[in-house]
């Protein structure tokens, strides 16, 4: 393993900035953190500290840059025939196309190392740490905080333990790969709609080098006998199972219940058509403005009903005043879901608006990329539930940081931050 | 391309991959990687490899028949 020189202690200090920024201010940071990944490859392309790095370490440098400005480039040009066909998008999406190819970038260079046993635990403690930090700066309280960051934690320790066992901390990784999809895809099939963008894209920012890692793992040389590693065989296939069911588990669990009405296949006022997957379930476009649901929704929008002819989410053709507040409308990640009954559930704000004093966030690609739900949401009777700050502001006395998460209790008190 | 500079390292006195690799100014991982025929080295690697090895270059790498144009 490389051991700590000049341009480590450099970018650790450039990340503990971007940290204290994240942490403050809560803007700026993440584009630090590339800087901070960024600047061993650009000191050693411009010449400097020659000394830092060989001739191998060279050439897999520029094949991985070459390789990360393949998928750039493939990203652009998506982006560009996405906007041609009338996609608006916003920075976020070319933010996430570069956080692709800073991904190639950082797995064709661990790759062309070619050592299992550095690879593995090397991603798997990147992706710990960069879930536990993104964890931490959820916030929230003590006992939330906590349920935040366990889960990058664990990976972190996964990947200390895979140092010893590989082809275990392999295994479970490609186990836990394969739950998370299987969730994911279920909750996609039975809500009737595809994952929304950002889940999508946080999903393949996690789980391919997740999915390298475990493949590099499971092919990581068996130790040599007589040698002080621990038996795999019974641990590896205990806590197979137990990710297996864990991860069933919750998958079962995630499946909403399906009670409601029918889609309003026969009136006058929709256009419904099946998805062509029926398990996708139907949509119906409402031909011009109307009350529905006890709410006035604009010509155009989308409502969606899932497999058991649920009524879980609209979407909106444009930008569009809905129930006094102007929501993100344009494209079908952008789902406005509601109650059975059509009222309310989480939405996305098209600017910055306030609701009932806060000041919550728009509508952003980067937030759901970051598992930082932006979204409004709302309680069954119709009453504010949360939102994220969009500015320092003060709620009932408390200082609310801007970026901070605002959760009122169903009597209209915050919740929390406590 | 055929390498033998695991072999000469051992018939010169048994140097370590790291000990050969400070010698010639590379990583470990370097020399590992030409050890095991994943990378092959540019000519002036080459010339330090067989110097620290008392060699030639010609001694320590050989094309193989599949090699030739």
Redesign the interface.
Known sequence: M?KPDTIFWMASAISAVAVALAVTVDDGWLLLMVGAYLLRPTLLAMGLFP?LA????MLNQYRAGNAAFGVLALGVVALTIAAMGGTPLDSGFLIAVLLLALMTRALTRLVL???AMIIGPRILLAIGGFLALFGFLEGGEPGALLSHVVPGASIIVLGVAARRWPRAAGAIVLVIVAALLWQFIGTSVSAGRPLPTGTAMAMTLILIPAVVAGAVLLRAPAREPGSDSAPTGTGTSAGVALLVVAALAAASSAVPDSVGAQPPSADPRFECKSRKNAAFGTDCRLTKSDTVYGRQLPGGAVLHYDSAGVYVFYSLYRNETVGGLELAGGHDGISQEVYPDGAAQALWLARPQEIEGVPCRAFSILGELFQRTERAKFYPNGRFRSCRSAQDTTIQGRLIKKGRNVEFDATGNVKSPG | MRQHVRSLRFARGEKSQADLAARVGVSRQTIVAIEKGDYSPSVKLALLLARALNTTVEKLFELEARDHA
């Open positions: 490389r000394a060989d001739e191998r370490e190392d070619g050592d």
